[in-house]
């Protein structure tokens, strides 16, 4: 599955293209090359800032969703630990295999430790809300653009590799709630819905 930055490329491209010739109409309408070249530049740093916000918005989603995931196995590995824990300290049957079901799901939580990495996804998504106050301060402007991309690749250094399917539903979730052009949707069908948390599915 192609990464979701990428499909939209053709829609940002058409888009941006759509804007300028719009600002450049109405400039030209007002009458002067200054008017035009400064009102194309404004539409032009306000189509990346949304395009930032954007992207944002579908990384903050996806971070969201890993999170709850990471957390439910958390509690459910915990919850079993203890209920099979409990079974274990009793005379009843399979007292063994429980005691042994038990020391298996402490040990994939201890190992695996989906709290922590649940709250790691939390922090990237404290830092993302930081990025796009930033950018809304001063939207509009090249420079505010400049430093929130920075800051996007500097935490997309430090962010676990990503769950490919996952964040196509995620994208999807932003292109639905910002209300942007579907067409480059790409659907994660329903049999495969129980494995985007699981498997990266590299290369699709």
Same mark, same amino acid.
């Given at each position: ?10 829609? %940002? ?29 404004? *539409? ?19 971070? @969201? ?34 005691? *042994? ?12 430790? +989906? ?6 996804? %939390? ?12 950018? %809304? ?12 991309? /920075? ?20 994208? /999807? ?9 579907? *067409?480059?949707?790409?659907?994660? +069908?329903?049999?495969? %819905?129980?494995?985007?948390? *699981?498997? @990266?599915?590299?290369?699709?």
């Amino acid at each position: 599955m192609r990464n979701p930055a990428e499909k939209a490329a053709t829609w %940002r491209q058409a888009e941006g293209h759509r804007r300028l010739m719009a600002a450049a109409s109405a400039a030209g309408a007002e009458g002067g090359e200054a008017s035009k070249a400064s009102e194309a530049g404004k *539409v032009m740093a306000d189509s990346r800032a949304d395009d930032t916000e954007f992207n944002i918005a579908v990384d903050v989603i996806y971070n @969201r969703n890993r999170s709850a995931w990471l957390l439910w196995c958390h509690r459910a590995l915990m919850f079993a630990t203890i209920m099979l824990g409990s079974v274990a300290a009793t005379d009843l049957a399979n007292a063994k295999v429980c005691a *042994v079901l038990a020391a298996a799901c402490a040990a994939f939580d201890l190992v695996f430790d +989906p709290a922590t990495t649940a709250a790691a996804h %939390r922090e990237i998504i404290r830092q993302l809300h930081e990025i796009v106050a930033a950018l %809304r301060r001063d939207k509009g402007s090249e420079a505010a653009a400049d430093t929130a991309d /920075k800051a996007l690749m500097n935490l997309s250094a430090t962010e676990p590799a990503p769950y490919n399917m996952l964040r196509a539903l995620a994208y /999807k979730e932003a292109v639905k709630a910002l209300g942007r052009d579907p *067409v480059h949707c790409e659907d994660v +069908p329903l049999y495969l %819905r129980p494995f985007v948390n *699981v498997l @990266r599915f590299e290369g699709r």
